[in-house]
Structures are given as C-alpha cells and as structure tokens.
C-alpha cells in the first residue's frame, strides 16, 4: 500500500506565506510525479502546481511567481512554498502522486502499473 501524508496547512494573513509538505510512503518502485491540487466547497479540484521526477515543473497561471514546487527524491517528499498569499488561495489543498507500487511475495517482487494517489488534504485559510 502506498500512503500520502500531508502537513502545513493552516491560517496565514493576506501577503504571508505557509509551506505544505508531502511525503510518500510504503511499497513504491517509483514516482513518476507529484503535484498539489486545491478545491474549494462546490467547485472541481484544480492543479495548482506539480514537478516530475526530473524536476521539470508546472504552475497554474493563478500562481506563478508566487508558488514554488520542489521536491526531495530521496525522502519521497514534495514541498509548496506558497508565498503573497491571498484570500482567493483559501481552499483544501491536496497531494498527488503518480506512482508505481511494488508488489512482493514469496516468489520475489515485481513493479505495479502506475496510478494516481490522494492525500487526505489540508486546509489553506488566508485571512486578516
């Protein structure tokens, strides 16, 4: 089983900044990317941000130059630096992943097909 599990949301003043964290756990061959989404109540969860294991990075335009992706291949783990936060940023941020598991038994393992995992998602309030 692979596991996502996410960390820095909270409350932030407009202009201030917060850093989510991801980090992926469990049987993994490879990740292929990992991004962060955001969803607000009623709307459709949107990209906000990924970077593939060659560290090539996309950004949706509400956030360029403001937000910035990263991520640290040997722990697993993808970072948000999101900075000039505003109101409009206020959502449940979610980590993605694309990742291929690995499955073992007593015959040896062997890499999964490739899919998508969820975080649980974490919250993102900009407010005075």
């Known amino acids: 089983q692979v596991q996502l599990v996410e960390s820095g949301g909270g409350l932030v003043q407009p202009r201030g900044s917060l850093r989510l964290s991801c980090a992926a756990s469990g049987s993994i061959f490879s990740i292929n990317a990992m991004g962060w989404y955001r969803q607000a109540p009623g709307q459709q969860r949107e990209l906000v941000a990924d970077?593939?294991?060659?560290?090539?990075?996309n950004y949706a335009d509400s956030v360029k130059g403001r937000f910035t992706i990263s991520e640290d291949n040997a722990k697993n783990t993808v970072y948000l630096q999101m900075n000039s936060l505003k109101p409009v940023d206020t959502d449940v941020y979610y980590c993605?992943?694309?990742?291929?598991?690995?499955?073992?038994?007593?015959?040896?393992?062997?890499?999964?097909?490739?899919?998508?995992?969820w975080g649980q998602g974490t919250q993102v309030t900009v407010s005075s």
């Open positions: 970077i593939t294991s060659d560290g090539i990075t």
């Open positions: 993605n992943a694309d990742i291929m598991g690995l499955n073992c038994s007593l015959y040896g393992c062997y890499p999964l097909q490739p899919r998508h995992y």
